[in-house]
């Protein structure tokens, strides 16, 4: 089997570094040791597990990526940078014809849909990349699709935690909103609670101390009008490792629409998740 060739964009991130390390225990891949970076990175290169990574700067980045697809041949780009990053990364990988896989949330997800499609680019973008959230996201997408007033009469409570340093709200919890809406809830993702306080999260939610820095706890709450029915959806996640081998799975998915000659496509983990 050949080796698939992966960048994985986003180091010293603490996704990115998680994503690399996989990578380099997995046979199926091989590491383009490069890696876009943010404008606040003052270091050239970040090691991880021995491997030397190049960080590329803000600057300059057509005339880096044109040279490493060069060299290196066909490859797929992991995104896990910043929200603010997410339109000018993807705009980047349209100029080039570079292939991604998105797993960062945030940015204008409507421009970024409409520009890959536009660039006729193959891609796999997905608010979340866990294959268990991800299978809970289609029953809820099944229950959208046939049952369009199942809630008609019931209001919704969204509650999300995760690590201090995520910037943006859950695009997860932003996705499964939208199920909700299309079940008949009014609800605006401006509602949606998020947690960020370390000390909150641990004494209020229970959140291990260990996962503190790495976490993803939500619960989705609905109550009838009248007050006589509750019912609740909860998923947690703690450490990171679910989200990074179901990315990993993406880009074995996305690697094989690309070699069996598909026409390019957007893909999410559903997708995925239907060819398993």
């Not at 079940?183 to 999260?201: L, N």
Request: with cysteine.
């Amino acid at each position: 089997m050949q080796k698939i060739n992966v960048m994985v964009t986003g180091l010293p991130g603490n996704m990115a570094i998680g994503i690399v390390r996989h990578v380099l225990a997995d046979e199926r891949f091989r590491l383009v040791p490069y890696s876009l970076t943010g404008p606040d990175i003052t270091i050239d290169t970040h090691t991880v597990d021995g491997v030397s990574v190049t960080l590329i700067p803000t600057e300059n980045r057509d005339g880096k990526i044109a040279e490493i697809m060069a060299a290196t041949g066909r490859f797929i780009a992991i995104d896990y940078t910043h929200p603010s990053a997410v339109n000018e990364n993807a705009a980047l990988y349209c100029r080039h014809r570079l292939p991604f896989v998105m797993g960062t949330t945030g940015g204008d997800r409507e421009k970024l849909h409409a520009e890959v499609a536009k660039a006729n680019l193959p891609a796999l973008i997905a608010p979340n990349m866990g294959k268990p959230i991800v299978g809970l996201q289609a029953m809820l997408a099944y229950g959208a699709e046939n049952f369009p007033h199942l809630f008609d009469d019931y209001q919704l409570t969204v509650k999300e935690s995760h690590q201090k340093g995520k910037a943006d709200t859950s695009g997860t919890a932003k996705a499964i909103v939208k199920y909700f809406n299309a079940m008949g809830i009014a609800f605006s993702e401006d509602r949606i609670e998020m947690e960020r306080d370390p000390q909150r999260q641990k004494t209020a939610w229970g959140v291990p101390e260990a996962h503190l820095e790495g976490h993803a706890w939500h619960t989705y709450t609905l109550r009838s009008n009248d007050g006589t029915v509750s019912l609740s959806f909860t998923h947690n996640v703690n450490g990171r490792d679910v989200y990074q081998k179901g990315t990993l799975e993406g880009v074995v998915y996305l690697n094989r629409k690309i070699e069996e000659g598909a026409p390019p496509a957007i893909y999410s983990m559903i997708d995925v998740l239907k060819e398993r």
